[in-house]
């Protein structure tokens, strides 16, 4: 359940910055979307996975881990 909550991170924080790109696309306005930018988009979604993948070190996302019955 933990390996499953952590991959599911990946398509919650993907699609917000991938909805703005298709729409970006679909309006025909691509000059707004430079390789800067880009970068500054997909930064906090990076960082998240990243820490929810390094939750086991550092206990910042889950601070305790337990199943619930």
Not at 48 to 65: A, G, K, Y
């Amino acid at each position: 359940k933990i390996l499953i909550s952590k991959l599911s991170y990946l398509g919650i924080h993907a699609l917000p910055v991938l909805f703005l790109l298709f729409t970006v696309h679909y309006t025909g306005r691509r000059t707004l979307i430079t390789t800067g930018r880009l970068l500054w988009l997909w930064l906090i979604p990076a960082l998240t996975v990243v820490m929810v993948f390094t939750n086991d070190w550092h206990r910042l996302v889950w601070p305790e881990v337990s199943l619930a019955t």
